[in-house]
């Protein structure tokens, strides 16, 4: 009886350097869980361990409140007079800083929805839009492929 592995092979073209990144810390973290393949728990994970602190969109106490302006990828601020303005002198790494509140999940989801930037504008950059490609090999290829493509 032979030890036949499964496989899978994926190229993602279009994608933002910080994703190679991420990706690159999920596999350490498969690793260091000895782990051969990378899952959502690694990407969640490297996701979430990535940086000292938490995002800037992370509610906090008495803090400005950042938000992305509708179909734009402009950072808008709301500040404690309740005025909503473009953030147009970078971000600001004090307000990084502090204690944040607690987020359930559905907030916490609303506001990652929230926060996915909008067209990409005309600048230097992919062609393209974005794809995902994969190739499957080994005994569960099809039940794999088929889970693939469910969605």
Known sequence: MTNEHDDCRVTVDGVAPAVVVLLREAAEIAASHGRRRIGLDD???????HDDVAPLWWPRPAGADYSRRPGSSRIM????DGQTRPLDHGIL???????T?????????????????????????PASPAT???????PHAGDFR???ERR
């Open 43 to 49: 990407v969640h994970a490297a996701l979430i361990t």
């Open 77 to 80: 601020c709301t500040g404690s």
């Open 93 to 99: 790494h004090s307000d990084l800083r502090g204690e």
């Open 101 to 125: 509140e607690p987020l359930t999940f559905d907030r916490y989801r609303e506001l990652m929805l929230n926060w996915v930037p909008g067209p990409t504008p005309d600048e230097p950059g």
């Open 132 to 138: 995902v490609t994969y190739e499957l090999a080994g």
């Open 146 to 148: 088929r889970m693939i």
